[in-house]
């Protein structure tokens, strides 16, 4: 989460830089300077088995050559000083070099290897690191595997296509990198590799709270001039409207931090008169609370009771999610600082700054763009392992401002993402795509509707215009885990329900497959933390859509039902059915008034059977259409979960 200027500003300086980027090209190429573009480093992974395009900059009209091995390549650049050529494919293999020449300037890169490569992109589940899994510090002791590498592409956007990424480099995924690999991408290529024994290349082109819409490019939405235009206009005045409405709420708009002052905490001194300060619920974003569009610090305060008992236990301090960072004090004395949107805190609370009696909490949160607060649950941990809430009403005072757009809108407007995360890599050479996102397209039933036409174009425009990925690559997806409270209810029209739905709709499309999640999903963390299963479910699916393997990669499938009576009787094709768990579970049923009931389901074969005595003349079955489907556990007897279905179209 990164802060941002307002979008109409920010907009007409990433203009003013692209041209400059593009003079200082052409400089560049007038004072004969050989460039590469910045996916090409030491440490590369090139794709195996197709022809190798090398591309970049060099003098106007120069001649270039460039040598891979024992494979080789002539061109001239063109008058702007810019130039491609073609390396002939080679197999898996490696380490070898690439150098390219011009003009008398040469670069020389080492350790590259030849094998498959990956472009993993989405929001934060696809961006969420290998440190912040469960068990990662196993899984980052672990990490020997050099034929594993990672480029992050660093998140970053543009009005225009651009030419350029805006950073990156090369990691292998050794302890000293792994933990900020992407996880699920890393957990994908650690299972892949036995059955495949190539390198792997991951590019983590990701973004946390991105909607789909910023990775497609303008033409595949046809935006035609005027709605481009358009989306500017709306952008700015959304923003001039935050600007207003937080006027409103706080006055003026403080741009230096009144609370911490050359490292004295100020707003932390328990005596602190708390007389005109806010209040505001925790765990909560700041945003829903009257903040919309507020980037910057924030300070909480809140009081809680011990005695000399609790004290003589020892006591820790837990905050399960702060967006972004924080710093917090007890009774004036700093316990502990933490960087990280998607970490959990928990801070040793020395019994020397504690007293029995009333003690106080001061936080300080410091929210770079989006989302911000204590959005995860509080708590005090005692030594006896007992939990005590603070969850509640606490103090609030803003103490700087750094206006951004609400809700990471920089990342949610179209194509602006796909113009400087993707567009620059388009024609280097790729296996296929691992894609983990939509959780910010589903904040409604409708929202998550117009997933289906939209996630069909992102498919369909990548293998159109990705030049180096070939004809209908292999594209797979996880599909959203569960998430939220379970409903007791069966609902309607759950919006994340629709948006698996809608996700689904592209397995009709070539090369494609689909990872279930279900399963793997936290109730109150958005950001589930076992991605070692994730990855090891994805690794299946890409051993049989990408590399034709004769393996298990799914669990039975809905194909159709009948009526019995009361009863619904469901047959599901392609494998027998088991149940985890003492009940099957998950499992609703409607009469033709679309009123679904959570009904009782049995296994016979590779049917299952579902009645309820609250539903006669049933008209339609669903199974696991919720937001979070905890309840349900049906499942394959390879041990992956039944992906969810319904019969209605309701």
């Not at 837990?318 to 990280?340: E, M, R, Y």
């Amino acid at each position: 989460m990164r802060p941002f200027r307002l979008f109409a500003v920010a907009l007409s300086i990433a203009l003013c830089e692209h041209v400059a980027d593009a003079q200082t090209s052409s400089a560049a190429g007038r004072n004969m300077a050989l460039r590469l573009p910045r996916i090409f480093s030491d440490g590369m992974v090139l794709q195996r088995d197709k022809p190798i395009r090398i591309w970049g900059w060099s003098a106007p009209g120069a001649n270039v050559d460039a040598r891979l091995g024992n494979s080789s390549a002539h061109t001239q650049a063109n008058a702007a000083g810019t130039w491609s050529l073609t390396l002939s494919e080679r197999p898996a293999g490696g380490p070898t070099t690439l150098l390219v020449r011009s003009s008398g300037d040469s670069l020389l890169l080492a350790n590259i290897l030849i094998g498959d490569v990956w472009v993993a992109s989405g929001q934060s589940n696809m961006e969420f690191r290998v440190a912040q899994a469960a068990n990662a510090a196993a899984a980052i002791a672990d990490a020997n595997d050099l034929s594993i590498r990672e480029f992050k592409v660093p998140n970053s956007w543009a009005g225009e296509p651009e030419d350029e990424l805006a950073g990156g480099s090369w990691a292998p995924a050794d302890p000293a990198h792994v933990g900020n690999f992407s996880a699920v991408a890393y957990f994908f290529a650690r299972h892949l590799r036995p059955s495949v024994a190539v390198p792997i290349g991951i590019v983590n082109a990701t973004w946390g709270g991105s909607n789909i819409e910023t990775w497609i490019s303008r033409g595949a939405q046809h935006l035609t001039d005027s709605a481009w235009t358009a989306i500017q206009q709306g952008e700015a005045a959304h923003d001039n409207a935050v600007r207003d409405s937080l006027r409103q709420r706080v006055g003026s708009l403080p741009e230096i931090d009144s609370g911490l002052v050359n490292d004295s905490a100020r707003w932390a001194d328990p005596a602190l008169d708390e007389r005109g300060w806010a209040d505001i619920r925790v765990p909560a974003y700041w945003e829903s609370q009257g903040y919309p569009g507020l980037d910057g610090v924030g300070w909480y305060r809140t009081s809680f009771m011990l005695d000399a008992t609790d004290i003589a236990k020892g006591v820790s301090l837990s905050l399960a999610a702060i967006d972004d960072d924080d710093i917090a004090w007890v009774n004036g004395v700093k316990i502990g600082a933490t960087n990280g949107y998607n970490v959990t805190r928990l801070y040793r609370l020395p019994a020397a700054t504690l007293h029995t009696g009333r003690n106080v909490l001061a936080i300080r949160v410091n929210d770079g763009g989006g989302g911000g607060g204590i959005n995860g649950n509080a708590s005090l941990v005692f030594g006896d392992t007992t939990r005590r809430a603070l969850d509640g009403t606490w103090k609030f005072r803003v103490g700087r401002v750094t206006l951004g757009t609400d809700g990471q809108r920089i990342n949610k407007i179209p194509t602006i993402l796909y113009n400087k995360m993707v567009h620059p890599i388009l024609p280097f050479a790729i296996e296929g795509v691992l894609w983990y996102q939509g959780e910010s397209n589903a904040n409604n039933a409708e929202q998550a509707r117009a997933y289906r036409a939209l996630f069909a174009t992102l498919v369909t425009s990548w293998r159109r215009e990705w030049t180096g990925g070939g004809r209908d690559f292999p594209f797979l997806w996880v599909q959203l885990p569960g998430f939220g409270q379970p409903d007791s209810v069966p609902p309607l029209d759950p919006a994340w329900s629709l948006q698996r739905e809608a996700m689904d709709a592209a397995l009709s499309l070539p090369a494609t497959g689909r990872a279930i999640a279900i399963d793997l999903g936290d109730a109150d963390n958005i950001h589930p933390t076992d991605k070692n299963e994730v990855g090891a479910r994805l690794a299946l699916v890409g051993r049989r859509v990408a590399y034709g393997q004769q393996v298990d990669a799914s669990a039975p499938a809905y194909r159709s039902f009948t009526t019995r009576g009361d009863t619904i009787v469901v047959s599901l094709t392609g494998g027998e059915l088991a149940m985890h768990g003492a009940h099957l579970g998950g499992f609703a049923l409607s009469a033709a008034d679309k009123r679904f009931i959570w009904a009782n389901a049995k296994i016979v074969g590779n049917r299952v059977f579902v009645w309820s005595d609250r539903v006669h003349a049933p008209a339609a079955v669903r199974y696991a259409w919720t937001n979070n489907p905890a309840g349900a556990n049906l499942y394959g007897t390879n041990g992956l979960p039944v992906a969810p279905f319904r019969s209605d179209r309701w």
